[in-house]
């Protein structure tokens, strides 16, 4: 790809007192690519999302988001950048709509806008009937995609999603990959988390997080190669457990 790379990481370090959360980490996304992040928790990927999403200054390192630097241009990313957090990010006492407009006016978007992206994006998710329903009022994986539909209102170059997945039904789980394949294929830059491994198949490339650093690297099929394995799952539980992949093998 000749296109800049739409994340660049060098050496990038957080440490809390005496306890380093992400050591010396160093990798890039590429423009349109949908990269996961894997880990254990407690691994440092949450540490090292909220660095990328401009929530926590580094320690020391480098970071660049969407052609912004972490440290010196933080409310640039956040104007470039979407962001689904694990924990349900709507607001369940309004109505879809009210949603969608509440998040319109945060991204500064203009009424036009508001209201074009609003009809297409109902129709895109087949919404249209639960316009003015309260969120709460509606099924849990609508209200999970509803929150991607969301995270990506401003049109951002780059989208962060925490577990978005987690929770919802296998057909759900489906359904919302196939908004993400949608996303990535406009040009948007898809970093996801995920705790099901056989997701993680799904992805362009993955990075697989140990204690706070990078384990591993690279295609699913770059990885199930070099680690003579047959699933993401096997290698990560060989990367991140270690010792009950030891006593597996026994």
């Not at 306890?19 to 990798?27: E, K, N, S």
């Not at 919404?127 to 969301?150: C, M, N, T």
């Amino acid at each position: 790809m000749n296109e800049a790379p739409a994340i660049v990481v060098r050496d990038l370090t957080r440490k809390f007192g005496g306890f380093t959360a992400v050591d010396r980490i160093t990798f890039e996304v590429h423009a349109g690519e949908v990269f996961g992040f894997l880990g254990a928790n407690g691994a440092g990927k949450t540490t090292a999302i909220r660095m990328l999403t401009a929530l926590l200054a580094p320690t020391s390192g480098q970071a660049m988001v969407a052609g912004h630097d972490v440290y010196r241009e933080a409310e640039q990313i956040k104007c470039d950048i979407g962001y689904m957090s694990q924990r349900f990010s709507l607001y369940e006492d309004l109505t879809v709509r009210e949603n969608i407009r509440l998040y319109g006016g945060i991204y500064d978007l203009t009424d036009r806008q508001i209201h074009d992206r609003t009809t297409r994006m109902l129709a895109q998710l087949g919404l249209e009937h639960a316009a003015d329903q309260f969120v709460r009022a509606i099924p849990l994986g609508w209200r999970q995609k509803l929150a991607f539909s969301v995270a990506l209102l401003h049109e951002p170059k780059i989208v962060f999603l925490d577990e978005p997945t987690s929770g919802v039904d296998p057909i759900t789980r489906r359904q919302f990959w196939e908004l993400i394949y949608e996303a990535a294929a406009r040009g948007t830059t898809v970093l996801v988390t995920t705790h099901y491994l056989d997701e993680a198949e799904y992805c362009d490339r993955i990075s697989i997080m140990v204690a706070g650093r990078i384990a591993a690297i690279g295609t699913p099929g770059e990885l199930k190669k070099k680690f003579d394995a047959s699933s993401i799952d096997e290698i990560f539980v060989r990367l991140a457990r270690p010792a009950a992949a030891s006593e597996a093998r026994k």
